[in-house]
Nanobody
Framework: QVQLVESGGGLVQTGGSLRLSCATS????????MGWYRQAPGKQRELVAV???????NYADSVKGRFTISRDNAKKTVYLQMNSLKPDDTAVYYC?????????WGQGTQVTVSS
């Protein structure tokens, strides 16, 4: 069982920045594709960004150019740098680890962007 712990959420004004972190003690962290998802009230969970074990990245159209996902395999941590935040970015953000058919989730961290 892979345990993921997110941190870095909070309240920020429109146009502000936050950096989310997702840490694990999993010794083979480097083999996992890591993703950030979010879920706003009354909406389905959606993919925000993903980074593969090889470092390839993909982003939702709504965050391209504003968010950056990265990973530090030595620290077993994945990051989501969020810039130019908008009220529509308000959601609970979840970290996901995926390897073949094994998928694990963190507990989520709240991001609130005030207008």
């Amino acid at each position: 069982q892979v345990q993921l712990v997110e941190s870095g959420g909070g309240l920020v004004q429109t146009g502000g920045s936050l950096r989310l972190s997702c840490a694990t003690s999993e010794s083979i962290f480097s083999i996992y594709s890591m993703g950030w998802y979010r879920q706003a009230p009354g909406k389905q969970r959606e993919l925000v960004a993903v980074i593969t074990s090889g470092g390839s990245t993909n982003y939702a159209d709504s965050v391209k150019g504003r968010f950056t996902i990265s990973r530090d395999n030595a620290k077993k941590t994945v990051y989501l740098q969020m810039n130019s935040l908008k009220p529509d970015d308000t959601a609970v953000y979840y970290c996901n680890a995926l390897f073949l058919r094994d998928s694990y989730w963190g507990q989520g961290t709240q991001v609130t962007v005030s207008s």
